[in-house]
C-alpha cells in the first residue's frame, strides 16, 4: 500500500512540475527602469522606431496671452517652453554630480488672460523640415509604473498624463506624490515649492498584452496636461520637468521564429501596420 502512495506522489509531482515548466515563460517577470526622456537639453531623446528625435511642443486654451494672436507660435506668444541647462533634482542626482553641465530640464512660463478653467498641453512629436507633427512616444514592455519629476512654483495648478493601449483608446491618468514629512499622497496637485516626484501605477484595465502573435501590444504617452485651479492665479507661473521613466516587465518568450514577431520584421515583409 505504501509502495502505491509513493508511485502516485512521484507521478503527481511529476506532472506539476511539467506544468512549471509549460507555463514559466508566461509568469516570468524581468522588470527594467527605462528612461525615456531626460530632458538633458533638445534631442536628449529619440523614437524607438526611427532613431528621430522627440521634440516637445505646448498648446495653450483658449484664454492664453497671446500678444500676436495672428501667428500663434510667435515667441511672444504663451505658454512659452525652453530647456534650462546645468540644473536638476538634487534628491534624484545629489548635490554635486560630475556632469551637471550636461543636465537640463524642460521648462514651462505660463499666462492667461483671465482666471477660470484654463490648461496648457506639452506633446511629443517629430520635426521633419520643420515640419512639427505629433507623434506618441511607444513604451517597450509591458510598463509598471511611470514617473518623472516636476518642479512647482505653489501655484494651485493640477497635472495629468495621457496615455493610449494599442487599439488607439486614450486614458487619462492623475499621478500621485508624497510628501516628505507626513507621507501623505496628493494626487496630481502642484500647489508645493521645489522638486517633487510624481508616479503612476498603471491600471489593469489598460491592456498591454495580446494572446495572439506579433504580440505588439505597447502602450505609448500622448501628452502631459496642466491645468488651472478656476479661482488661482494665472500669471507668470512657471514649471521645470524632469527624467521621465518607466518601469517596466521587458521578458519575452523564445521560440523557434520568434524574430519574426518583431514589429520590424512584419513592417520589412508586409509594409506598415499604421
Known amino acids: 500500500m505504501k509502495r502505491r502512495y509513493r508511485l502516485f506522489a512521484a507521478i503527481f509531482c511529476l506532472i506539476i512540475l511539467a506544468a512549471g515548466f509549460t507555463f514559466a515563460d508566461e509568469t516570468v517577470l524581468r522588470y527594467e527602469s527605462v528612461v525615456i526622456d531626460s530632458f538633458d537639453g533638445a534631442g536628449s531623446a529619440t523614437y524607438a522606431d526611427n532613431g528621430s528625435p522627440i521634440v516637445w511642443k505646448i498648446f495653450g486654451s483658449k484664454f492664453s496671452t497671446r500678444p500676436v494672436p495672428d501667428n500663434i507660435d510667435d515667441p511672444a506668444n504663451f505658454p512659452k517652453m525652453a530647456y534650462a541647462m546645468d540644473?536638476?533634482?538634487t534628491d534624484l542626482f545629489g548635490a554635486y554630480p560630475?556632469?551637471?553641465e550636461e543636465l537640463g530640464v524642460l521648462g514651462i512660463w505660463s499666462r492667461f488672460d483671465?482666471?477660470?478653467y484654463n490648461q496648457y498641453e506639452i506633446v511629443p512629436g517629430e520635426d521633419a523640415s520643420g515640419t512639427w507633427t505629433q507623434k506618441p512616444i511607444e513604451l517597450p514592455g509591458r510598463v509598471k509604473?511611470?514617473?518623472w519629476w516636476l518642479w512647482g512654483s505653489a501655484f494651485n495648478y493640477y497635472v495629468e498624463i495621457y496615455v493610449m493601449d494599442y487599439r488607439g483608446f486614450e486614458f487619462k491618468l492623475a499621478p500621485i506624490r508624497v510628501e516628505k514629512l507626513t507621507g501623505k499622497k496628493i494626487v496630481s496637485n502642484l500647489n508645493y515649492s521645489g522638486w517633487?516626484?510624481?508616479?503612476?501605477?498603471?491600471?489593469?484595465?489598460?491592456?498591454?498584452?495580446?494572446?495572439?502573435?506579433?504580440?505588439n501590444a505597447n502602450m505609448k504617452i500622448t501628452k502631459f496636461v496642466i491645468y488651472t485651479d478656476p479661482r488661482e492665479k494665472v500669471t507668470d507661473c512657471y514649471l521645470y520637468m524632469d527624467h521621465l521613466k518607466i518601469l517596466t516587465d521587458v521578458q519575452e518568450s523564445t521560440f523557434d521564429g520568434y524574430l519574426m514577431k518583431e514589429k520590424t520584421f512584419v513592417e520589412k515583409v508586409w509594409g506598415t501596420q499604421e
Open 87 to 89: 540644473t536638476w533634482p
Open 98 to 100: 560630475e556632469n551637471r
Open 114 to 116: 483671465r482666471m477660470g
Open 145 to 147: 509604473t511611470i514617473d
Open 196 to 215: 517633487r516626484n510624481f508616479y503612476i501605477d498603471i491600471p489593469n484595465y489598460i491592456d498591454q498584452d495580446v494572446p495572439y502573435q506579433p504580440r
